[in-house]
């Protein structure tokens, strides 16, 4: 009796241990995603992918990975001089022409993820064309993956004209939200296909809101047509806030501005607004704009969501006023001085701002600049007493340093 009872028992600890043989721990997929995400070690991720490829029921992730493995391989010069790097070329190609909606999906999926093989990744897109643009399109409609908008965004701007078919058939589709057409209009002025004007020109207006109509003013100016230019610069005095917004994204691109009118702009509630006007006074440079830029470094944009807005378009004024400062002559004439003034006057609540100021004042120019105004304005000193009423040890360490440097 106990025979019987011991065999099968013996029988079940072979199936048991049977059962064990199966593959433990992570599976090729997993560590060939790990040695091509976590340590872009491309040319050691490939075998373990092309395993996880036979063995993975979904095709589409290591798919994905593959592609984005082959490309930053041969990117990256890790296949330089090597044996294999012509199978390589080869297998990025096909693999590229290859790629499904699926497989695309996933590699914006894999993307979104900051890593060293990302932008290499983003380069795989752009090769693909029009294909991948629809998929970026649908994620801009959905309004998925915003955390690499941008990204996608310049993939779409980096395939030219293979991306024109994909955005003009979304423009054109009813369901597309008005928001995305915007974007998407702009996107074609970046890209500067001209045969794009005359479809933009057939769409219908009618119905269309006053945002749109000047998203579209502005990419046919940059398309090369100019009559377009009255109506974009009416634009800046809209009610609407995103007529205002589109057209001051539109002043960096337009050529003979009267400066008068950006100056006045830059006292708009709306941060993007006033973001966006600040970027065209680099360009559009006047010495009647200096103290409106200065004046915005010391008050606060009425509408801005947060500190950071606040502080994005604060270092936007001292990008444009660097400009202005190596620009030479009249345009540099007192920036250094009057921009150091707001920290002896303490017109400057925010310590983040203050230590952009300081950090501005050290650039080479305005240390020349500094040093000359030390016998007429005693800046020297004037900046020494206010270094030691500074509440924060980070603006107070960068003040020495610049003072040192004045000295």
Do not use: W
Not at 17 to 29: A, F, M, N, R, V
Request: glycine share 4%; net charge neutral; charged share 25%.
């Amino acid at each position: 009796m106990k025979k019987l009872i011991v065999i099968p028992l013996i029988l079940l600890l072979f199936i048991c241990i049977g059962c064990d043989t199966e593959q433990k721990g992570p599976s090729h997929l997993d560590v060939g995603k790990a040695r091509l995400i976590d340590s872009g070690l491309a040319v050691e991720a490939v075998n373990y992918l092309l395993e996880a490829e036979k063995r993975e029921e979904d095709k589409a992730e290591p798919r994905a990975l593959l592609v984005i493995a082959y490309t930053h391989a041969l990117a990256s010069g890790a296949t330089r001089g090597q044996e294999y790097e012509v199978e390589y070329k080869r297998q990025k190609q096909q693999r590229i022409a290859a790629l499904n909606d699926a497989e695309i999906d996933k590699m914006i999926e894999v993307l979104s993820k900051r890593s060293q093989v990302q932008q290499n990744g983003f380069q795989a897109l752009v090769e693909k064309g029009a294909d991948a643009a629809n998929v970026i399109i649908n994620h801009f409609v959905a309004g998925t993956h915003s955390e690499i908008h941008n990204h996608l965004t310049d993939v779409m701007i980096k395939m030219k004209s293979k991306a024109v078919e994909p955005i003009m058939n979304a423009i054109t589709d009813a369901d597309t939200p008005s928001a995305v057409k915007m974007e998407l209009i702009r996107i074609l002025g970046e890209i500067g296909d001209k045969k794009s004007i005359e479809r933009l020109k057939s769409i219908d207006m009618t119905n269309m809101s006053s945002a749109l109509k000047m998203e579209l003013y502005t990419t046919f100016y940059r398309l090369g047509d100019s009559s377009y230019k009255s109506q974009i610069l009416t634009g800046l005095n809209a009610k609407e806030v995103e007529v205002r917004r589109a057209a001051a994204k539109a002043m960096p691109n337009l050529k003979n501005v009267n400066t008068s009118s950006l100056i006045t702009a830059l006292k708009d509630d709306d941060p993007q607004v006033v973001m966006n006007i600040v970027k065209s006074l680099s360009v559009h440079k006047t010495k009647n704009a200096v103290e409106p830029l200065i004046n915005v470094l010391k008050s606060e944009i009425k509408d801005a969501d947060n500190e950071k807005q606040q502080q994005n378009i604060k270092q936007e004024v001292l990008n444009t006023l660097i400009a202005y400062v190596h620009a030479g002559g009249e345009l540099k004439r007192g920036i250094a001085k009057n921009v150091a003034y707001l920290l002896i006057n303490k017109e400057v609540s925010s310590d983040n701002v203050r230590l952009r100021i300081v950090t501005f004042l050290t650039d080479s120019v305005n240390v020349k600049s500094l040093k000359a105004a030390k016998v007429m304005d005693d800046i020297y000193n004037k900046l020494y007493t206010y270094s030691q009423q500074e509440e924060s040890d980070f603006v107070r360490r960068a003040l020495l340093d610049l003072l040192n440097d004045i000295k």
